[in-house]
């Protein structure tokens, strides 16, 4: 048998069979079988409604104001979101995703501010709500009226604020001679981070607006292992070193210029 020249074009290709395909016939389920994953789960859903509509963990006011929803209460990623956008305005330009100039800081500040005050009003509505009192119904204007008037409060505290956290950061870099610039600090010390959330969140408590301060220093907390209490007082050019461990209670009065180190436990 003579061989086929180099290059040559491939004989024909001879076709496979076709395989023969057999159906799979459908599983067949009793009746009671296929009822049964569905009536278990209608049951624990309703156990579960029954549950939380005679829940006494929250006050009454989880159904107040004559609102429809069951659970009217501050969102906790909203109230984190609240600190972020109050730490971008105490610190332009540093937590931002774009660059921040002369010319821009104003309309930037414009934006977060009135990003801040929706975020505000909607979170102490919800916390003003959480706070009514069996039989004494507040409407939703009058709450609505309340909060606004409490975020207009706050709003007015920012500009004292940024001035304490400024001395705040100033005595870390006297205090800690490993600190390089005001920026270093700001970004990385936890105790700035700690301090900053409480001096936010002391803010509201002095306006006795219910759990979202202690929501802010309950995230403060598991961020930075540092547990102040929002009621706490707190004067200017305060700074924990460090800081993991450290406790400060609602009692607790600190002066001016104190620096605290880690482990220590103030108050109750």
Same mark, same amino acid.
């Given at each position: 048998?003579?061989?086929?020249?180099?290059?040559?074009?491939?004989?024909?290709?001879?076709? #496979?069979?076709?395989?023969?395909?057999?159906?799979?016939?459908?599983?067949?389920?009793? !009746?009671?079988?296929?009822?049964?994953?569905?009536? &278990?789960?209608?049951?624990?859903?309703?156990?579960?409604?029954?549950?939380?509509?005679?829940?006494?963990?929250?006050?009454?006011?989880? &159904?107040?104001?004559?609102?429809?929803?069951?659970?009217?209460?501050?969102?906790?990623?909203?109230?984190?979101?609240?600190?972020?956008?109050? &730490?971008?305005?105490?610190? !332009?330009?540093?937590?931002?995703?774009?660059?921040?100039?002369?010319?821009?800081?104003?309309?930037?500040?414009?934006?977060?501010?009135?990003?801040?005050?929706?975020?505000?009003?909607?979170?102490?509505?919800?916390?003003?709500?959480?706070?009514?009192?069996?039989?004494?119904?507040?409407?939703?204007?009058?709450?609505?009226?309340?909060?606004?008037?409490?975020?207009?409060?706050?709003?007015?505290?920012?500009?004292?604020?940024?001035?304490?956290?400024?001395?705040?950061?100033?005595?870390?870099? &006297?205090?800690? !001679?490993?600190?390089?610039?005001?920026?270093?600090?700001?970004?990385?010390?936890?105790?700035?981070?700690?301090?900053?959330?409480?001096?936010?969140?002391?803010?509201?408590?002095?306006?006795?607006?219910?759990?979202? !301060?202690?929501?802010?220093?309950?995230?403060?907390?598991? #961020?930075?292992?540092?547990?102040?209490?929002?009621?706490?007082?707190?004067?200017?050019?305060?700074?924990?070193?460090?800081?993991?461990?450290?406790?400060?209670?609602?009692?607790?009065?600190?002066?001016?210029?104190? #620096?605290?180190?880690?482990?220590?436990?103030?108050?109750?």
């Amino acid at each position: 048998m003579a061989a086929e020249p180099l290059g040559s074009p491939p004989g024909p290709i001879a076709p #496979k069979p076709l395989q023969k395909i057999v159906p799979v016939p459908p599983r067949v389920m009793s !009746p009671d079988r296929m009822r049964s994953p569905g009536r &278990r789960a209608a049951d624990i859903v309703s156990a579960l409604v029954e549950s939380v509509r005679g829940m006494e963990i929250a006050s009454p006011c989880n &159904r107040p104001c004559e609102e429809e929803s069951l659970l009217f209460l501050p969102n906790r990623s909203k109230t984190e979101h609240l600190l972020s956008i109050v &730490r971008k305005i105490m610190f !332009p330009g540093l937590f931002t995703d774009f660059q921040i100039s002369d010319e821009n800081l104003g309309f930037h500040l414009g934006m977060l501010l009135s990003e801040l005050k929706d975020l505000l009003v909607d979170q102490i509505s919800r916390a003003l709500a959480y706070q009514c009192k069996p039989g004494l119904p507040r409407a939703k204007d009058v709450v609505h009226a309340e909060a606004l008037e409490k975020t207009e409060a706050f709003l007015s505290s920012l500009e004292s604020l940024r001035g304490m956290l400024l001395k705040d950061v100033e005595s870390a870099m &006297r205090g800690d !001679p490993a600190a390089r610039s005001h920026e270093e600090i700001i970004l990385c010390y936890p105790g700035i981070e700690a301090v900053f959330v409480h001096r936010v969140a002391h803010e509201l408590f002095k306006l006795q607006i219910p759990i979202i !301060p202690r929501m802010m220093s309950a995230f403060a907390h598991q #961020k930075t292992a540092i547990d102040i209490h929002p009621g706490a007082e707190i004067g200017s050019h305060f700074f924990i070193d460090h800081g993991t461990g450290v406790v400060i209670g609602e009692t607790t009065k600190i002066g001016n210029n104190v #620096k605290l180190f880690h482990g220590v436990t103030l108050g109750a």
